[in-house]
């Protein structure tokens, strides 16, 4: 069974950067897609960033300009580069990745932007 696994969340002061990574148990060619969800507290938890096999990006509105998502295919890592952060973007930022028709979560880390 696949796992991903997320590092890289803290604390942040806001216009900061934090990148976070997701590690893959296996090569990430495996993965049909892949990507980055966040849920801040008392809301849905919201689709941030996502990448195809094929290396097609797409973004939520409120991240697009500001959030990177790209991969190291040779280290099964995907990452997440987020800049100009805004208190808005604190929330548990989740990895995922979809195999067989199987969508494998990460547990979660953390982010928090102090204004």
């Known amino acids: 069974q696949a796992q991903v696994v997320e590092s890289g969340g803290g604390l942040v002061q806001a216009g900061g950067s934090l990148r976070l990574s997701c590690a893959a148990s296996?090569?990430?060619?495996?993965?049909?897609?892949m990507g980055w969800h966040r849920q801040a507290p008392g809301k849905q938890r919201e689709l941030v960033a996502s990448?195809?096999?094929?290396?097609?990006?797409n973004y939520a509105n409120s991240v697009q300009g500001r959030f990177t998502i790209s991969r190291d295919n040779a280290k099964n890592t995907l990452y997440l580069q987020m800049n100009s952060l805004k208190p808005e973007d604190t929330a548990v930022y989740y990895c995922?990745?979809?195999?067989?028709?199987?969508?494998?979560w990460g547990q979660g880390t953390q982010v928090t932007v102090s204004s």
């Open positions: 296996e090569s990430i060619f495996n993965f049909r897609a």
């Open positions: 995922y990745g979809d195999r067989n028709s199987v969508r494998y």
């Open positions: 990448i195809t096999s094929g290396g097609s990006t």
